[in-house]
């Protein structure tokens, strides 16, 4: 007995342990949920009452199109069915003092309860732990969403129509009140009507009836009290088409819009709305039958709500919430591959599109649909996992380096932040790259305060600060450099070439080659130069600074970008996409060193990494000879790339064991590195 009680107390002293961390855990993702609420509802309150609930305000306020006694449509600003301006009839002027509040806090209840039934209707087996952190996940992402921020700022009712569907699929009991939710919802939302055939291919044929009668029935009502606006729209405007915008806006998210933006007008594009939407509709509803009989309700909901959007003759921003739904689909058989489809769901409808992709007209006609895309990949296309698949619950797993023996005791301080072998999902990869990219240009445009005078005059100090400072050192070399250069020709055209072009090529070549040919090595090089950036960031923020060409006391040349009107306020701005301010540190030079480190570490011959040093070196005379930093911008430039690859081994241990991993890996390996092991 002695030995079993002494067997089982580190048991349960570790169960204790992981219940505890668990319900940690929980606390604290329930006041992340409660802290997006809150800001929710401060921002749209704290807005000037002209400028927020503007579609609420031009239905119900004093001048709403719902007081009017003519058509409810004569302006175009009412987008709903007739149903649903009759149901909106009642609120009345005598509601509006409270009705910013009420409306508001009213809609996050209703967000609240669409991610308590989300959570809840996660497809068996789940465990405790996901069962336990689902509700609280599942409410901040819709808070962060964009079609939920937009319906909040709007004052729009989109998310009665999808609580109405899960409520109807999940928590009423009986077909016949399942079948009402859903048909007050298609009364609501018109494309909605998909459900029906999936709830009759599911055996719910009561469900069903039930819901074309409800729909039909309200659909009705709203005909005989409202004969007129009810004929605009069913008849007039093809179900809501040309209400609330023009159709071919980038706002509107649907097959109908995508075909307008693309140039495509007249019956030739009524025909082909119509025969790729109902293509999609019954590709969609056969997919959402399969993932319904395997037991994916959600899922098959949130395929048939995609189908809705892309049918739909107009999808605005905040009815894509079904698109957030489908994020609960199991897609990849490798781990490395089963967070693509979530996080491109979660970037879709949380970010806007022009963070997603480049702004190049090459890609406009993607970036301009990319909701769209992401609706029919979800409907059509996403080959989600069978609940009776292998790898459903247990992906193939990665595979770690074993953990070397680092110099100091308490490193890594992250020990399960280990170190994997093989390589990244290219997909996932891209897609985190382009928004890191995007998230960094926006905070280093917003790091300087902005192109007022108070902004260029502390960047200005700072850079005389800075001048000062070098004299002190006899480094302040900038002016001497960038005179003697302008009068060479070949190699004035150099440098301006260099600084130009070499900037971002040679990372990302970098990253290109390590990807393909040592993932490993990818990994941590990658690591590294994410915390060079953000470190450079904070120097962004706190230390805006302006370089020698830009300080009009010392008389530099500006070879990259010509004579500069220094009488202009905002003659520092350039362009309206980049901070020129953002000088200190230089990640012109951190990420050519970081380059540098890199080859010299990884190539096997020593000529490589000879050349990989010399582009450190060429970029340091390039950013000085241009006018374009001060040295000392190079020095905060190398500090911080020395610092990413100090966290990266502070955080993850020695970078030893992942090569000697990675070259001892079995030949037929597909991800082995073949550079590696022939070294």
Not at 556 to 585: C, E, R, W
């Amino acid at each position: 007995m002695a030995n079993v009680e002494h067997g089982g107390g580190p048991a349960e002293a570790f169960g204790t342990e992981v219940g505890a961390r668990l319900r940690a855990t929980r606390l604290a993702l329930w006041a992340v949920a409660a802290i997006l609420a809150v800001r929710q509802m401060a921002v749209v309150l704290t807005t000037p009452s002209g400028e927020r609930l503007t579609d609420l305000e031009t239905w119900v306020g004093p001048e709403g199109v719902l007081h009017v006694k003519g058509s409810i449509y004569d302006s175009t600003r009412f987008t709903g069915t007739p149903f649903s301006g009759l149901v909106l009839r009642p609120l009345t002027r005598a509601a509006e003092d409270a009705l910013g509040w009420g409306w508001t806090f009213g809609t996050l209840l209703l967000v609240v309860a669409l991610g308590v039934i989300a959570a809840r209707a996660l497809p068996e087996p789940v465990s405790r732990r996901t069962s336990l952190l689902a509700t609280p996940v599942a409410i901040s992402l819709l808070m962060l969403s964009l079609p939920v921020r937009n319906a909040l700022w709007l004052g729009q009712t989109s998310i009665i129509p999808v609580l109405l569907v899960l409520l109807g699929c999940f928590t009423v009991r009986g077909e016949r009140a399942s079948g009402l939710c859903t048909g007050l919802a298609a009364a609501l939302q018109p494309t909605v009507l998909l459900f029906v055939p999936l709830l009759w291919f599911t055996g719910r044929r009561r469900a069903a009836l039930t819901a074309a009668g409800t729909f039909a029935v309200s659909t009705a009502l709203a005909w005989a009290a409202l004969p007129h606006d009810s004929h605009t729209y069913w008849v007039h405007h093809l179900g809501g088409a040309g209400l609330g915008g023009q159709a071919d806006a980038l706002a509107n998210q649907s097959l109908h819009g995508a075909l307008l933006r693309l140039g495509c007008t007249g019956p030739l594009e009524i025909a082909l709305f119509l025969a790729l939407g109902a293509a999609v509709a019954a590709l969609a509803l056969r997919r959402a039958v399969r993932y319904a009989r395997d037991g994916q309700l959600l899922l098959a909901v949130a395929v048939t709500g995609c189908a809705a959007v892309a049918v739909s003759p107009t999808t605005w921003q905040h009815q894509l919430l079904w698109l957030l739904l489908a994020v609960v689909g199991r897609a990849g058989k490798r781990t490395s591959d089963r967070y693509v489809w979530p996080v491109a769901v979660i970037l879709v409808t949380t970010l806007p599109a022009a963070m997603m992709l480049p702004n190049m007209p090459v890609v406009y006609p993607l970036r301009d649909n990319l909701v769209l895309l992401a609706a029919l990949a979800a409907a059509t296309a996403v080959p989600f996992l069978s609940r009776t698949s292998p790898h459903y619950r247990t992906p193939v797993p990665a595979e770690y380096a074993p953990q070397a023996p680092a110099r100091f005791r308490r490193v890594p301080l992250l020990p399960f932040l280990r170190r994997v072998l093989t390589r990244p999902n290219l997909l996932l990869e891209l897609l985190l790259i382009r928004v890191t990219y995007a998230a960094y240009q926006q905070v280093r445009l917003a790091a300087t305060g902005g192109t007022n005078s108070g902004g260029r005059a502390t960047a200005e100090h700072h850079g005389q600060l800075v001048l000062d400072l070098e004299r002190f050192l006899h480094i302040d070399i900038e002016h001497a450099v960038n005179h003697a250069v302008v009068k060479i020709g070949w190699l004035r055209n150099f440098f301006d070439f260099y600084y130009e072009s070499f900037h971002f090529v040679v990372p990302l070549t970098v990253l290109a080659v390590l990807y393909w040919r040592r993932p490993a090595d990818y990994r941590w090089a990658r690591v590294s130069l994410g915390f060079a950036t953000l470190l450079a960031l904070v120097g962004f923020w706190l230390f805006p600074l302006a370089p020698p060409r830009l300080m009009p006391a010392l008389g530099m040349i500006d070879t990259v970008h010509g004579v500069q009107d220094f009488s202009k306020p905002d003659y520092g701005t350039l362009t309206a996409l980049t901070n020129q301010y953002a000088a200190m540190p230089s990640l012109h030079f951190g990420w050519s060193l970081w380059c540098g480190v890199v080859i010299a570490v990884i190539a096997p011959k020593w000529w490589m990494k000879a050349l990989g040093l010399l582009h450190p070196l060429f970029t340091v005379s390039a950013i000085v000879a241009t006018g374009n930093h001060w040295v000392l911008d190079a020095v905060g430039g190398a500090a911080v790339v020395s610092a990413g690859f100090g966290l990266s081994y502070l955080l993850q241990g020695p970078r030893a064991a992942v090569a000697a991993a990675a070259s001892a890996r079995p030949a037929l390996e597909p991800d082995r590195l073949p550079a590696a092991g022939a070294r």
